[in-house]
Protein backbone atom coordinates (compact mmCIF):
# COMPACT_ATOMS: atom_id res chain seq x y z
CA UNK A 1 0.00 0.00 0.00
CA UNK A 2 1.65 3.41 -0.43
CA UNK A 3 1.95 6.11 1.51
CA UNK A 4 -0.40 8.85 -0.68
CA UNK A 5 -3.23 5.72 -0.37
CA UNK A 6 -3.03 5.45 3.40
CA UNK A 7 -5.84 7.55 5.39
CA UNK A 8 -3.69 7.40 8.27
CA UNK A 9 -0.20 6.74 7.79
CA UNK A 10 1.95 6.54 11.17
CA UNK A 11 5.68 5.74 11.11
CA UNK A 12 8.02 5.36 13.41
CA UNK A 13 5.88 7.42 16.41
CA UNK A 14 7.37 8.27 19.66
CA UNK A 15 5.81 10.25 22.30
CA UNK A 16 7.50 10.84 25.43
CA UNK A 17 6.22 12.45 28.73
CA UNK A 18 8.04 13.95 31.24
CA UNK A 19 6.58 13.46 34.80
CA UNK A 20 6.09 16.71 37.18
CA UNK A 21 9.29 18.70 38.33
CA UNK A 22 10.36 16.86 35.00
CA UNK A 23 11.81 14.19 37.10
CA UNK A 24 11.75 11.42 35.10
CA UNK A 25 10.84 10.79 31.66
CA UNK A 26 7.38 8.12 30.45
CA UNK A 27 7.75 6.61 26.69
CA UNK A 28 4.39 6.23 26.31
CA UNK A 29 4.91 5.35 22.57
CA UNK A 30 7.86 4.34 21.06
CA UNK A 31 8.64 3.35 17.43
CA UNK A 32 4.70 2.42 16.19
CA UNK A 33 4.02 2.70 12.97
CA UNK A 34 1.04 1.13 10.88
CA UNK A 35 -1.03 2.32 8.14
CA UNK A 36 -4.58 2.79 7.60
CA UNK A 37 -6.42 1.99 4.27
CA UNK A 38 -9.29 4.58 2.87
CA UNK A 39 -12.57 2.58 2.98
CA UNK A 40 -11.22 0.20 6.15
CA UNK A 41 -12.37 -0.15 9.49
CA UNK A 42 -9.66 -0.48 11.52
CA UNK A 43 -9.42 -1.75 14.97
CA UNK A 44 -6.58 -0.74 17.15
CA UNK A 45 -5.86 -2.84 20.47
CA UNK A 46 -4.32 -3.02 23.81
CA UNK A 47 -4.06 -3.63 27.23
CA UNK A 48 -4.74 -1.06 29.38
CA UNK A 49 -1.14 1.69 29.45
CA UNK A 50 -0.46 0.12 26.03
CA UNK A 51 -0.24 3.90 24.29
CA UNK A 52 -3.91 3.78 22.12
CA UNK A 53 -5.32 7.02 23.57
CA UNK A 54 -1.47 9.07 23.50
CA UNK A 55 -1.34 7.37 19.88
CA UNK A 56 -4.95 8.64 19.24
CA UNK A 57 -4.25 11.81 20.58
CA UNK A 58 -1.50 12.24 18.14
CA UNK A 59 -4.13 11.51 15.45
CA UNK A 60 -6.23 14.11 16.55
CA UNK A 61 -4.04 17.40 17.15
CA UNK A 62 -4.01 17.44 21.14
CA UNK A 63 -0.85 16.48 21.29
CA UNK A 64 2.34 16.64 19.41
CA UNK A 65 4.23 13.87 18.62
CA UNK A 66 8.21 13.40 20.15
CA UNK A 67 9.61 11.64 17.28
CA UNK A 68 8.29 9.93 13.73
CA UNK A 69 5.46 11.17 11.18
CA UNK A 70 2.10 10.82 11.53
CA UNK A 71 -0.24 11.88 8.04
CA UNK A 72 -3.52 11.78 8.58
CA UNK A 73 -5.80 12.12 5.41
CA UNK A 74 -2.29 12.97 3.37
CA UNK A 75 -2.02 16.22 5.78
CA UNK A 76 -0.62 16.92 9.30
CA UNK A 77 -3.19 16.32 12.34
CA UNK A 78 -2.97 19.97 12.97
CA UNK A 79 -4.16 21.31 9.50
CA UNK A 80 -7.66 22.48 9.40
CA UNK A 81 -8.97 21.13 6.41
CA UNK A 82 -7.67 17.68 7.59
CA UNK A 83 -9.61 18.52 10.57
CA UNK A 84 -12.66 19.60 8.64
CA UNK A 85 -12.95 15.42 7.33
CA UNK A 86 -11.88 13.98 10.95
CA UNK A 87 -14.54 13.36 13.29
CA UNK A 88 -13.18 11.92 16.85
CA UNK A 89 -15.24 10.61 19.86
CA UNK A 90 -12.75 10.67 22.88
CA UNK A 91 -12.44 7.99 25.60
CA UNK A 92 -14.65 9.05 27.89
CA UNK A 93 -16.05 12.24 27.17
CA UNK A 94 -17.04 15.20 28.96
CA UNK A 95 -19.68 16.96 27.77
CA UNK A 96 -21.13 20.46 28.25
CA UNK A 97 -23.37 19.62 30.37
CA UNK A 98 -25.49 22.96 30.91
CA UNK A 99 -26.40 22.30 27.32
CA UNK A 100 -29.17 20.04 25.80
CA UNK A 101 -28.54 17.81 23.26
CA UNK A 102 -29.90 19.68 20.55
CA UNK A 103 -27.41 22.97 21.70
CA UNK A 104 -24.58 20.80 21.98
CA UNK A 105 -24.80 19.39 18.41
CA UNK A 106 -25.71 22.83 16.72
CA UNK A 107 -22.72 24.63 18.09
CA UNK A 108 -20.49 21.13 17.22
CA UNK A 109 -21.70 21.64 13.43
CA UNK A 110 -21.02 25.57 13.40
CA UNK A 111 -17.13 23.88 13.66
CA UNK A 112 -17.86 22.75 10.02
CA UNK A 113 -19.73 25.91 8.80
CA UNK A 114 -22.78 24.31 8.38
CA UNK A 115 -25.58 27.17 7.74
CA UNK A 116 -29.14 27.82 9.63
CA UNK A 117 -31.71 25.23 7.83
CA UNK A 118 -28.23 22.53 6.76
CA UNK A 119 -27.22 22.77 10.58
CA UNK A 120 -30.55 22.13 11.91
CA UNK A 121 -31.00 19.14 9.48
CA UNK A 122 -27.89 17.70 9.75
CA UNK A 123 -28.32 17.72 13.72
CA UNK A 124 -31.68 15.86 13.34
CA UNK A 125 -30.50 13.70 11.64
CA UNK A 126 -27.48 12.50 14.04
CA UNK A 127 -29.92 12.91 16.81
CA UNK A 128 -31.82 10.18 14.45
CA UNK A 129 -28.75 8.02 13.94
CA UNK A 130 -28.65 7.41 17.64
CA UNK A 131 -31.56 7.04 18.44
CA UNK A 132 -31.77 9.96 20.91
CA UNK A 133 -34.52 12.26 19.21
CA UNK A 134 -36.71 11.79 22.15
CA UNK A 135 -34.08 13.28 24.36
CA UNK A 136 -32.77 16.50 22.00
CA UNK A 137 -34.20 19.11 24.41
CA UNK A 138 -33.09 17.18 27.25
CA UNK A 139 -30.19 19.03 29.58
CA UNK A 140 -26.42 16.73 28.88
CA UNK A 141 -26.71 16.73 32.29
CA UNK A 142 -29.39 14.35 33.32
CA UNK A 143 -28.48 12.19 30.23
CA UNK A 144 -27.08 8.24 31.11
CA UNK A 145 -23.32 7.21 30.58
CA UNK A 146 -25.12 5.66 27.36
CA UNK A 147 -26.70 8.20 26.68
CA UNK A 148 -23.90 10.65 26.53
CA UNK A 149 -22.11 8.07 24.47
CA UNK A 150 -24.55 7.89 21.57
CA UNK A 151 -24.35 12.30 21.73
CA UNK A 152 -20.36 11.48 21.44
CA UNK A 153 -21.03 9.21 18.42
CA UNK A 154 -23.27 12.05 16.77
CA UNK A 155 -20.94 14.83 17.69
CA UNK A 156 -18.02 12.63 15.65
CA UNK A 157 -20.05 12.10 12.59
CA UNK A 158 -22.04 15.58 12.69
CA UNK A 159 -19.02 16.78 10.05
CA UNK A 160 -19.67 13.83 7.36
CA UNK A 161 -16.44 13.37 8.01
CA UNK A 162 -14.27 11.02 5.39
CA UNK A 163 -12.13 9.67 8.38
CA UNK A 164 -13.89 8.94 11.80
CA UNK A 165 -11.35 7.89 14.71
CA UNK A 166 -13.29 6.75 17.83
CA UNK A 167 -11.30 5.69 21.15
CA UNK A 168 -13.53 3.21 22.64
CA UNK A 169 -16.95 3.83 21.32
CA UNK A 170 -18.88 1.12 23.09
CA UNK A 171 -17.66 1.88 26.92
CA UNK A 172 -20.89 2.13 28.86
CA UNK A 173 -23.42 0.92 26.10
CA UNK A 174 -25.30 -2.22 27.34
CA UNK A 175 -25.04 -4.82 24.31
CA UNK A 176 -27.50 -3.16 21.93
CA UNK A 177 -26.23 -0.03 22.54
CA UNK A 178 -23.31 -2.07 21.18
CA UNK A 179 -24.86 -3.64 18.43
CA UNK A 180 -26.22 -0.26 17.36
CA UNK A 181 -22.56 1.54 17.29
CA UNK A 182 -21.61 -1.86 15.14
CA UNK A 183 -24.28 -1.62 12.95
CA UNK A 184 -23.15 2.33 12.60
CA UNK A 185 -19.85 1.69 11.96
CA UNK A 186 -20.52 -0.63 9.24
CA UNK A 187 -22.91 1.82 7.51
CA UNK A 188 -20.10 3.97 7.47
CA UNK A 189 -17.75 1.60 5.84
CA UNK A 190 -20.69 0.88 3.26
CA UNK A 191 -20.51 4.91 2.30
CA UNK A 192 -17.16 4.52 1.96
CA UNK A 193 -15.95 5.99 4.82
CA UNK A 194 -12.87 4.90 6.78
CA UNK A 195 -12.95 3.74 10.81
CA UNK A 196 -10.60 3.51 13.21
CA UNK A 197 -11.21 2.52 16.49
CA UNK A 198 -9.61 1.38 19.59
CA UNK A 199 -11.62 -1.19 22.22
CA UNK A 200 -11.13 -3.45 24.72
CA UNK A 201 -14.47 -5.81 23.58
CA UNK A 202 -12.64 -7.86 21.59
CA UNK A 203 -15.53 -10.01 20.28
CA UNK A 204 -16.75 -6.42 18.61
CA UNK A 205 -13.20 -6.00 16.83
CA UNK A 206 -13.39 -9.27 15.77
CA UNK A 207 -17.02 -9.12 14.44
CA UNK A 208 -16.12 -5.71 12.11
CA UNK A 209 -12.46 -5.12 11.39
CA UNK A 210 -10.75 -5.59 8.15
CA UNK A 211 -7.27 -5.23 9.87
CA UNK A 212 -6.41 -4.38 13.27
CA UNK A 213 -2.57 -3.35 15.19
CA UNK A 214 -1.87 -4.21 18.81
CA UNK A 215 -0.08 -2.58 20.80
CA UNK A 216 1.77 -3.26 24.21
CA UNK A 217 3.66 -1.10 26.99
CA UNK A 218 4.07 1.41 23.89
CA UNK A 219 5.37 -0.68 20.74
CA UNK A 220 3.69 -2.64 17.94
CA UNK A 221 3.30 -6.31 18.41
CA UNK A 222 1.10 -7.47 16.06
CA UNK A 223 -0.53 -5.77 12.90
CA UNK A 224 -2.46 -6.98 9.57
CA UNK A 225 -5.57 -8.13 8.41
CA UNK A 226 -7.31 -10.26 11.38
CA UNK A 227 -7.28 -13.45 8.76
CA UNK A 228 -3.84 -13.63 8.53
CA UNK A 229 -2.97 -13.15 12.27
CA UNK A 230 -6.05 -15.90 13.26
CA UNK A 231 -4.42 -17.80 11.07
CA UNK A 232 -5.94 -21.34 10.50
CA UNK A 233 -2.24 -22.64 11.16
CA UNK A 234 -2.98 -21.47 14.37
CA UNK A 235 -5.91 -23.42 15.17
CA UNK A 236 -5.61 -25.93 18.27
CA UNK A 237 -7.23 -29.32 19.79
CA UNK A 238 -8.40 -29.11 22.96
CA UNK A 239 -8.87 -32.48 25.14
CA UNK A 240 -11.23 -32.87 27.93
CA UNK A 241 -10.55 -36.06 29.45
CA UNK A 242 -11.19 -37.71 33.26
CA UNK A 243 -9.20 -39.47 35.66
CA UNK A 244 -7.40 -39.77 38.63
CA UNK A 245 -3.80 -38.94 36.92
CA UNK A 246 -1.19 -36.16 38.38
CA UNK A 247 -1.98 -33.32 36.24
CA UNK A 248 1.59 -32.02 36.16
CA UNK A 249 3.08 -35.35 35.03
CA UNK A 250 1.32 -34.77 31.66
CA UNK A 251 2.81 -33.77 28.52
CA UNK A 252 1.81 -30.48 27.17
CA UNK A 253 0.48 -27.62 29.06
CA UNK A 254 -3.09 -29.33 31.30
CA UNK A 255 -4.78 -27.79 33.91
CA UNK A 256 -7.56 -29.00 36.07
CA UNK A 257 -11.45 -27.73 35.54
CA UNK A 258 -12.35 -25.64 38.08
CA UNK A 259 -15.62 -27.04 40.10
CA UNK A 260 -15.10 -30.81 38.04
CA UNK A 261 -12.93 -33.00 40.51
CA UNK A 262 -11.12 -35.38 38.06
CA UNK A 263 -11.32 -33.49 34.92
CA UNK A 264 -8.32 -31.80 32.89
CA UNK A 265 -8.53 -29.70 29.83
CA UNK A 266 -5.62 -29.94 27.71
CA UNK A 267 -4.13 -27.67 24.30
CA UNK A 268 -2.10 -29.42 21.57
CA UNK A 269 -1.80 -29.05 18.49
CA UNK A 270 -3.71 -30.88 15.62
CA UNK A 271 -0.78 -33.31 15.25
CA UNK A 272 -0.11 -34.36 18.28
CA UNK A 273 -3.81 -35.60 19.01
CA UNK A 274 -3.17 -38.47 18.49
CA UNK A 275 -0.42 -39.51 20.73
CA UNK A 276 -2.06 -36.85 23.64
CA UNK A 277 -5.06 -39.50 23.75
CA UNK A 278 -2.46 -42.67 24.19
CA UNK A 279 -0.97 -40.96 26.39
CA UNK A 280 -3.52 -39.91 28.61
CA UNK A 281 -5.13 -43.18 28.06
CA UNK A 282 -2.14 -45.12 28.89
CA UNK A 283 -2.51 -43.32 32.31
CA UNK A 284 -5.81 -44.13 33.26
CA UNK A 285 -8.02 -40.98 31.76
CA UNK A 286 -11.28 -41.55 30.22
CA UNK A 287 -11.49 -39.21 26.86
CA UNK A 288 -14.40 -36.60 27.38
CA UNK A 289 -13.98 -34.93 24.23
CA UNK A 290 -12.22 -33.57 21.53
CA UNK A 291 -12.56 -30.00 19.84
CA UNK A 292 -10.64 -27.55 17.76
CA UNK A 293 -10.56 -24.57 19.49
CA UNK A 294 -9.53 -21.49 16.75
CA UNK A 295 -7.06 -18.49 17.96
CA UNK A 296 -9.31 -15.87 18.89
CA UNK A 297 -8.39 -12.42 19.18
CA UNK A 298 -8.15 -12.42 23.10
CA UNK A 299 -5.28 -15.20 22.84
CA UNK A 300 -3.47 -13.51 20.53
CA UNK A 301 -3.48 -10.52 22.07
CA UNK A 302 -2.26 -12.43 25.84
CA UNK A 303 0.53 -14.52 23.75
CA UNK A 304 1.62 -11.45 22.04
CA UNK A 305 1.83 -9.54 25.00
CA UNK A 306 3.07 -12.40 26.93
CA UNK A 307 5.98 -12.58 24.39
CA UNK A 308 7.15 -9.20 25.12
CA UNK A 309 7.10 -9.15 28.57
CA UNK A 310 9.23 -11.80 28.47
CA UNK A 311 11.30 -10.51 26.36
CA UNK A 312 11.92 -7.46 28.66
CA UNK A 313 12.72 -9.72 31.75
CA UNK B 1 -12.88 32.07 10.78
CA UNK B 2 -15.71 34.02 11.70
CA UNK B 3 -18.31 30.99 12.14
CA UNK B 4 -15.84 29.16 14.06
CA UNK B 5 -15.44 31.91 16.54
CA UNK B 6 -18.66 32.43 16.77
CA UNK B 7 -19.33 28.77 17.79
CA UNK B 8 -17.52 29.13 20.47
CA UNK B 9 -18.92 32.90 21.60
CA UNK B 10 -22.17 31.33 21.81
CA UNK B 11 -20.98 27.98 23.62
CA UNK B 12 -19.12 30.21 26.07
CA UNK B 13 -22.56 33.18 26.56
CA UNK B 14 -24.40 30.22 27.20
CA UNK B 15 -22.08 28.76 30.01
CA UNK B 16 -21.40 31.83 31.66
CA UNK B 17 -24.90 33.04 31.52
CA UNK B 18 -26.36 30.17 33.07
CA UNK B 19 -23.33 29.87 35.65
CA UNK B 20 -24.82 30.38 39.12
CA UNK B 21 -22.32 32.36 40.37
CA UNK B 22 -22.70 34.67 37.51
CA UNK B 23 -26.39 34.72 38.48
CA UNK B 24 -25.87 35.34 42.01
CA UNK B 25 -23.24 38.05 41.25
CA UNK B 26 -25.62 40.09 38.94
CA UNK B 27 -28.25 40.02 41.42
CA UNK B 28 -26.22 41.08 44.13
CA UNK B 29 -24.51 44.13 42.28
CA UNK B 30 -28.44 45.12 41.05
CA UNK B 31 -29.20 45.08 45.41
CA UNK B 32 -26.28 46.97 45.61
CA UNK B 33 -27.27 49.90 43.89
CA UNK B 34 -30.72 49.37 45.32
CA UNK B 35 -29.48 50.11 48.35
CA UNK B 36 -27.53 53.35 47.30
CA UNK B 37 -30.68 54.59 48.04
CA UNK B 38 -30.17 53.99 51.93
CA UNK B 39 -27.01 54.90 51.82
CA UNK B 40 -27.09 58.13 49.89
CA UNK B 41 -30.09 59.11 53.10
CA UNK B 42 -27.43 58.72 55.36
CA UNK B 43 -25.41 61.36 54.12
CA UNK B 44 -25.93 65.33 54.19
CA UNK B 45 -28.39 66.66 51.65
CA UNK B 46 -26.70 68.30 49.16
CA UNK B 47 -24.14 65.35 48.97
CA UNK B 48 -26.55 62.86 48.39
CA UNK B 49 -26.58 62.94 44.34
CA UNK B 50 -22.59 62.80 44.64
CA UNK B 51 -22.70 59.27 47.18
CA UNK B 52 -25.53 57.88 44.44
CA UNK B 53 -22.97 58.61 41.76
CA UNK B 54 -19.93 57.61 43.24
CA UNK B 55 -21.16 54.51 44.86
CA UNK B 56 -22.72 53.76 41.59
CA UNK B 57 -19.53 54.05 39.66
CA UNK B 58 -17.96 51.66 42.09
CA UNK B 59 -20.39 49.15 42.38
CA UNK B 60 -20.17 48.58 38.43
CA UNK B 61 -16.46 48.39 38.72
CA UNK B 62 -16.68 46.76 41.48
CA UNK B 63 -18.94 43.36 40.44
CA UNK B 64 -18.01 43.70 36.85
CA UNK B 65 -14.41 43.44 37.74
CA UNK B 66 -15.67 40.64 40.25
CA UNK B 67 -17.62 38.65 36.85
CA UNK B 68 -14.55 39.18 35.02
CA UNK B 69 -12.11 37.52 37.19
CA UNK B 70 -14.33 34.93 38.51
CA UNK B 71 -15.81 33.37 35.19
CA UNK B 72 -12.41 34.46 33.43
CA UNK B 73 -10.04 32.28 35.75
CA UNK B 74 -12.06 29.01 34.95
CA UNK B 75 -12.72 29.80 31.25
CA UNK B 76 -9.93 28.08 30.01
CA UNK B 77 -8.58 26.02 32.78
CA UNK B 78 -12.18 24.36 33.54
CA UNK B 79 -12.22 22.94 30.07
CA UNK B 80 -8.54 21.59 30.04
CA UNK B 81 -10.02 19.66 33.52
CA UNK B 82 -12.54 18.62 32.36
CA UNK B 83 -11.36 17.28 29.03
CA UNK B 84 -14.11 19.20 27.31
CA UNK B 85 -12.09 20.88 24.76
CA UNK B 86 -11.07 17.12 23.89
CA UNK B 87 -14.08 17.63 21.78
CA UNK B 88 -13.01 20.57 20.44
CA UNK B 89 -9.82 20.90 19.88
CA UNK B 90 -9.82 18.12 17.19
CA UNK B 91 -12.56 20.46 15.51
CA UNK B 92 -11.61 22.16 12.53
CA UNK B 93 -11.22 25.37 14.40
CA UNK B 94 -7.82 26.94 15.19
CA UNK B 95 -6.66 27.18 19.29
CA UNK B 96 -6.42 31.30 19.11
CA UNK B 97 -9.84 30.93 17.68
CA UNK B 98 -10.92 29.43 20.59
CA UNK B 99 -9.05 31.61 23.38
CA UNK B 100 -10.69 34.55 20.64
CA UNK B 101 -13.85 32.99 21.08
CA UNK B 102 -13.73 32.49 24.65
CA UNK B 103 -12.97 36.17 25.52
CA UNK B 104 -15.67 37.58 22.99
CA UNK B 105 -18.21 35.43 24.62
CA UNK B 106 -17.53 36.41 28.31
CA UNK B 107 -16.87 39.99 26.90
CA UNK B 108 -20.49 39.81 25.56
CA UNK B 109 -22.08 38.11 29.38
CA UNK B 110 -20.48 41.27 31.07
CA UNK B 111 -21.22 43.65 28.83
CA UNK B 112 -24.91 42.22 28.77
CA UNK B 113 -24.84 42.00 33.01
CA UNK B 114 -23.30 45.88 32.98
CA UNK B 115 -26.40 47.53 30.73
CA UNK B 116 -28.69 46.03 33.03
CA UNK B 117 -26.93 47.37 35.77
CA UNK B 118 -26.18 50.49 34.39
CA UNK B 119 -30.23 50.67 33.49
CA UNK B 120 -31.16 50.09 37.03
CA UNK B 121 -28.67 52.71 38.36
CA UNK B 122 -29.91 55.15 35.55
CA UNK B 123 -33.07 54.56 36.68
CA UNK B 124 -32.26 54.89 40.44
CA UNK B 125 -30.92 58.30 39.83
CA UNK B 126 -33.43 59.47 37.58
CA UNK B 127 -35.84 58.83 40.20
CA UNK B 128 -33.73 61.32 42.64
CA UNK B 129 -33.85 64.12 40.00
CA UNK B 130 -30.37 63.71 38.45
CA UNK B 131 -30.18 64.28 34.62
CA UNK B 132 -28.52 61.45 32.76
CA UNK B 133 -25.67 62.88 30.76
CA UNK B 134 -23.49 61.78 28.13
CA UNK B 135 -20.70 62.24 30.99
CA UNK B 136 -22.15 59.57 33.09
CA UNK B 137 -22.58 57.88 29.87
CA UNK B 138 -18.60 58.20 28.84
CA UNK B 139 -17.25 56.93 32.77
CA UNK B 140 -19.38 54.23 32.70
CA UNK B 141 -18.16 53.49 29.28
CA UNK B 142 -14.73 53.96 30.95
CA UNK B 143 -15.10 51.55 33.58
CA UNK B 144 -16.08 48.73 30.88
CA UNK B 145 -13.00 49.50 29.14
CA UNK B 146 -10.90 48.43 32.29
CA UNK B 147 -13.63 45.53 33.20
CA UNK B 148 -12.04 43.99 29.81
CA UNK B 149 -8.66 44.73 30.24
CA UNK B 150 -9.09 42.78 33.32
CA UNK B 151 -11.04 40.13 31.64
CA UNK B 152 -7.86 39.59 28.97
CA UNK B 153 -5.98 39.24 32.12
CA UNK B 154 -7.53 36.86 33.76
CA UNK B 155 -7.97 34.76 30.46
CA UNK B 156 -4.12 35.14 29.73
CA UNK B 157 -3.41 33.21 33.26
CA UNK B 158 -6.40 31.04 32.61
CA UNK B 159 -4.44 29.42 29.98
CA UNK B 160 -1.24 27.87 31.72
CA UNK B 161 -2.47 28.52 35.04
CA UNK B 162 -4.88 26.64 38.08
CA UNK B 163 -7.50 29.23 38.70
CA UNK B 164 -6.57 30.27 41.94
CA UNK B 165 -3.48 31.14 40.92
CA UNK B 166 -5.21 32.94 37.68
CA UNK B 167 -7.34 34.63 40.21
CA UNK B 168 -4.54 35.71 42.44
CA UNK B 169 -2.34 37.06 39.37
CA UNK B 170 -5.84 38.41 37.97
CA UNK B 171 -6.53 40.59 40.91
CA UNK B 172 -2.67 41.64 41.70
CA UNK B 173 -2.57 43.16 38.48
CA UNK B 174 -5.93 45.10 38.72
CA UNK B 175 -4.21 46.39 42.33
CA UNK B 176 -0.95 47.33 40.93
CA UNK B 177 -2.72 49.11 37.95
CA UNK B 178 -5.07 51.23 40.10
CA UNK B 179 -2.38 52.45 42.90
CA UNK B 180 -0.06 53.31 39.44
CA UNK B 181 -0.77 56.90 39.71
CA UNK B 182 0.68 56.77 42.94
CA UNK B 183 3.91 55.33 41.53
CA UNK B 184 3.98 57.69 38.92
CA UNK B 185 3.60 61.10 41.38
CA UNK B 186 6.28 59.63 43.46
CA UNK B 187 8.45 59.08 40.34
CA UNK B 188 7.22 63.31 38.91
CA UNK B 189 7.90 64.69 42.52
CA UNK B 190 11.38 66.37 43.02
CA UNK B 191 12.04 64.72 46.28
CA UNK B 192 11.56 61.42 47.99
CA UNK B 193 12.54 58.07 47.66
CA UNK B 194 13.33 57.63 44.31
CA UNK B 195 15.14 60.93 44.18
CA UNK B 196 17.44 59.57 47.15
CA UNK B 197 17.75 55.91 45.14
CA UNK B 198 17.61 56.77 41.47
CA UNK B 199 18.98 53.06 40.91
CA UNK B 200 15.14 52.33 41.90
CA UNK B 201 13.88 54.67 39.56
CA UNK B 202 14.66 51.78 36.30
CA UNK B 203 12.81 49.44 38.43
CA UNK B 204 9.59 51.99 39.24
CA UNK B 205 9.37 53.10 35.30
CA UNK B 206 9.54 49.51 34.40
CA UNK B 207 6.81 48.49 36.29
CA UNK B 208 4.81 51.29 35.21
CA UNK B 209 5.35 50.20 31.61
CA UNK B 210 4.60 45.98 32.62
CA UNK B 211 1.48 46.63 33.75
CA UNK B 212 -1.69 48.40 32.65
CA UNK B 213 -2.66 51.48 34.48
CA UNK B 214 -6.18 51.39 35.60
CA UNK B 215 -6.28 54.79 36.94
CA UNK B 216 -7.04 56.14 33.27
CA UNK B 217 -10.21 54.26 33.80
CA UNK B 218 -11.79 56.29 36.68
CA UNK B 219 -13.44 59.78 36.28
CA UNK B 220 -15.31 59.53 39.23
CA UNK B 221 -13.68 62.84 40.59
CA UNK B 222 -14.21 64.86 36.92
CA UNK B 223 -17.51 63.79 37.36
CA UNK B 224 -18.23 65.04 40.68
CA UNK B 225 -16.70 68.25 40.41
CA UNK B 226 -18.61 69.07 37.34
CA UNK B 227 -15.46 68.96 34.96
CA UNK B 228 -16.63 67.73 31.50
CA UNK B 229 -14.20 64.40 29.65
CA UNK B 230 -13.33 65.48 26.60
CA UNK B 231 -14.08 62.82 23.43
CA UNK B 232 -10.08 62.73 22.29
CA UNK B 233 -9.58 61.51 26.41
CA UNK B 234 -12.67 58.45 25.80
CA UNK B 235 -10.72 57.84 22.67
CA UNK B 236 -7.05 57.31 23.80
CA UNK B 237 -8.47 55.57 26.82
CA UNK B 238 -10.38 52.83 24.01
CA UNK B 239 -7.05 52.91 22.48
CA UNK B 240 -5.24 52.18 25.35
CA UNK B 241 -7.23 49.23 26.82
CA UNK B 242 -7.53 47.81 23.41
CA UNK B 243 -3.92 47.54 23.37
CA UNK B 244 -3.87 45.44 26.51
CA UNK B 245 -6.98 43.26 25.62
CA UNK B 246 -5.01 42.15 22.15
CA UNK B 247 -2.05 41.94 24.10
CA UNK B 248 -3.06 39.50 27.01
CA UNK B 249 -5.06 37.84 24.58
CA UNK B 250 -2.45 37.34 21.81
CA UNK B 251 -0.48 36.18 24.62
CA UNK B 252 -2.80 33.90 25.71
CA UNK B 253 -2.99 32.57 22.27
CA UNK B 254 0.60 31.56 21.89
CA UNK B 255 0.24 29.67 24.85
CA UNK B 256 -2.87 27.72 24.46
CA UNK B 257 -1.40 27.33 20.74
CA UNK B 258 1.17 25.78 22.27
CA UNK B 259 -0.17 23.11 24.84
CA UNK B 260 -0.69 19.88 25.15
CA UNK B 261 -3.61 18.04 26.24
CA UNK B 262 -1.93 14.84 28.40
Known amino acids: ?313 | MIRRIWAVVVNTFIEASRNKAFVAMAIIAVLFIVSSLAISQLSIEDQRIRVLIDFGLFSLSLASNLIAVVLGVILIHKEVDRKTFYLVVPKPVRRSEIVAGKFIGLASVILMSALIFIAVWFGVLHTRGVTINIELVKASYLVLLEVMVVLAVALFFSTFATPIISGIFALSILVIGRIQYILSDLLSSPKGFFQHYPATKLIAKATLAAFPDFSVFHVSRQLLLGINIPAQYVLSATGYALAWCVLFVALGMILFERRQFL
Open chain 1, 1 to 313: MSSAAAVIDVQHLSKTFLTPLALRKVRAVQDVSFRVSRGQIFGFLGPNGAGKTTTIKVLTNLIRPSSGKVSVLGGSPSDLHVRLKTGFLPEMPNFYDYLSAREFLDIMARFYGLGGRTRRKRVDEMLELVGMTYAAKRKLRKFSKGMLQRIGIAQALIGDPELVILDEPMSGLDPIGRKEVRDIIASLKQKGRTVFFSSHILSDIEMICDEVVVLNRGRNVAAGPLDSLLHPGRVMSEIVAQGPGDVEALPGKAVSMEGKPGFLRLQCSPDEVDSTIQTLMQRGFHIKSVTEARMSLEDLIVSKAFQEDSRDD
